[in-house]
């Protein structure tokens, strides 16, 4: 696992979880595909500019983020899908598009959709593009504590 202050972060809270390897993806459905788990259950991280401040956005691999919601959410006044360019030292020891969707190891705002819950069970990135983590989406709750909303469309 590329990600030492994940692996130590889950260890110290005592979260039980399961790494799965898989064969290469880059798309969250492609992890969901390769990994055999359904897309709603596998966390797909979408890093976004609120009003110029990278916020974190965590949803359903089978969903899509809608940015006309995030604005009714946030208040903000200008709101953009981040580019890797702009992201990708903010996530040091991940894979450009791998990061886990724990925010709150990197300073972000984390915001996830209400659908996420609806499973016991959530999968995300390690930070590789061939490492998932699984675990409890309490857990997973409880320690990066997300501003819950509705954010997200079918794709």
């Known amino acids: 696992m590329p ?4 692996k130590d972060l889950v260890d110290d809270e005592g979260i039980k979880y399961l790494t799965i390897i898989h064969s290469p993806a880059y798309t969250a459905m492609e992890v969901a595909a390769s990994a055999h788990i359904p897309g709603k259950e596998v966390a797909k991280t979408v890093i976004i500019k ?3 401040k990278m916020a974190m956005m965590v949803l359903p691999a089978s969903k899509m ?3 006309d ?7 903000a006044t200008s ?7 702009e992201f990708k030292d903010v996530f040091p020891g991940c894979e450009v598009g791998a990061m886990p969707p724990f925010g709150n190891l990197y300073g972000l705002d984390v915001y996830v959709t209400e659908s996420l819950g609806e499973d016991e069970m959530i999968a995300f990135n390690a930070g590789s593009h061939t ?3 699984q675990l409890a989406y309490e857990d997973f709750e409880r320690v990066v504590k997300p501003k819950v909303a509705r954010f997200s469309i079918a794709s």
Do not use: F, P, R, W
């Not at 919601?69 to 208040?75: D, F, M, P, S, Y």
């Not at 709101?79 to 360019?85: D, H, I």
């Open 3 to 6: 990600l030492q202050k994940l």
């Open 50 to 52: 609120l009003d110029g």
């Open 65 to 67: 983020v809608d940015l």
């Open 69 to 75: 919601l995030i604005v009714a959410l946030t208040g």
């Open 79 to 85: 709101v953009a899908l981040a580019t890797e360019g």
């Open 131 to 133: 490492e998932l983590i």
